[in-house]
């Protein structure tokens, strides 16, 4: 069964850091990972994807320069380290893979494995 699953979510002051981290299970070939997030009132949105080999990444403007996303395929884990969070980046946060060879268009409707998602609060 394909999975992913997030982790890391919290409460953190403005200016702060947080590395969320992605679970992946079941897969035997390729597939892509996104992290997207989905504030209250506000549809799904993308942060940053980045592609199965890991060469190839996306970054939204909104979190360009301020969050990385990596991957581990050894230990089947992706991250995204965020850093300088701004109230802004209040959501809950979604982990989702595309179980697809290639690196697609970083948006929701590409990705077919979903996580149950993690808070993120940013407050002072």
């Known amino acids: 069964q394909l999975r992913v699953e997030e982790s890391g979510g919290d409460l953190v002051q403005p200016g702060g850091s947080l590395r969320l981290s992605c679970a992946a299970s079941g897969f035997t070939d390729h597939y892509g990972i996104g992290w997207f997030r989905q504030a209250p009132g506000k549809e799904r949105e993308q942060v940053s994807c980045?592609?199965?080999?890991?060469?190839?990444?996306y970054y939204a403007d909104s979190v360009k320069g301020r969050f990385t996303i990596s991957r581990d395929k050894a230990k089947n884990m992706v991250y995204l380290q965020m850093n300088s969070l701004k109230v802004e980046d209040t959501a809950v946060y979604y982990c989702a893979a595309d179980h697809h060879l290639l690196f697609r268009p970083c948006v929701p409707q590409m990705y077919d494995v979903w996580g149950q998602g993690t808070q993120v609060t940013v407050s002072s």
């Open positions: 980045i592609s199965s080999s890991g060469l190839n990444t």
